[in-house]
T-cell receptor, first 112, second 115 residues
Framework: EDQVTQSPEALRLQEGESSSLNCSYT??????LFWYRQDPGKGPEFLFT???AGEEKEKERLKATLTKKESFLHITAPKPEDSATYLC?????????????FGSGTKLNVKP | DAGVIQSPRHEVTEMGQEVTLRCKPI?????LFWYRQTMMRGLELLIY????????DSGMPEDRFSAKMPNASFSTLKIQPSEPRDSAVYFC?????????????FGPGTRLLVL
């Protein structure tokens, strides 16, 4: 069964304290792995798509990496405005390729 | 681009009432997805459409739920009759379906409370 697990569930950082969020997945082939940011009361906002192991994407203080079984979202020198829930989703390569399987998210809180 | 538009943004209703949620996808997108988000179960895919045709409704929890997409710019999700356990945030998302690698873009959601 296709599955996506995110850890930790919650993460509290001081401003400037770098860390990483993890997304591990088990799908029958990967067509894409997606990272979203969700602020309270809003819909998920697209951040990155990764397609193959070894790929990396960067945006400001965020860097996403992908291996064959997991992805990491590295946050360098975070600021309070980076506080949000970060969601990971995978798209399988089989006939269900239009379905995204979401993890339960990591709630990040960055204190000034 | 206006992004995905959903209405209403908030809905409070009583158990047994009919609820209709509405979605306008991004112009030019031909895949549309309805999700439900709760604290307990996270984001769950309910149903998705390609070119206005329902492709997979295996996530629809019960026959009380139905969805339609009469044209490329409008979709509805209906719950009849509603129950308190239907309380959740319902999201609509859209994407292109040209190659199957496209990203899904989400609307702001409808927060539903069934009393």
């Amino acid at each position: 069964e296709d599955q996506v697990t995110q850890s930790p569930e919650a993460l509290r950082l001081q401003e400037g304290e770098s860390s990483s969020l993890n997304c591990s997945y088990t799908v029958s082939g990967l067509r894409g792995l997606f990272w979203y940011r969700q602020d309270p009361g809003k819909g998920p906002e697209f951040l990155f798509t990764l397609y193959s192991a070894g790929e990396e994407k960067e945006k400001e203080r965020l860097k996403a990496t992908l291996t064959k079984k997991e992805s990491f979202l590295h946050i360098t020198a975070p600021k309070p405005e980076d506080s949000a829930t970060y969601l990971c989703a995978v798209r399988p390569a089989d006939y269900n390729f239009n379905k995204f399987y979401f993890g339960s998210g990591t709630k990040l809180n960055v204190k000034p | 681009d206006a992004g995905v538009i959903q209405s209403p943004r908030h809905e409070v209703t009583e158990m047994g009432q009919e609820v209709t949620l509405r979605c306008k996808p991004i112009s030019g997108h031909n895949s549309l997805f309805w999700y439900r988000q709760t604290m307990m179960r996270g984001l769950e895919l309910l149903i998705y459409f390609n070119n206005n045709v329902p492709i997979d409704d295996s996530g629809m929890p019960e026959d009380r739920f139905s969805a339609k997409m009469p044209n490329a710019s409008f979709s509805t999700l209906k719950i009849q009759p509603s129950e308190p356990r239907d309380s959740a945030v319902y999201f609509c998302a859209s994407s292109l379906k040209a190659t199957g690698f496209e990203t899904q873009y989400f609307g702001p959601g409808t927060r539903l409370l069934v009393l």
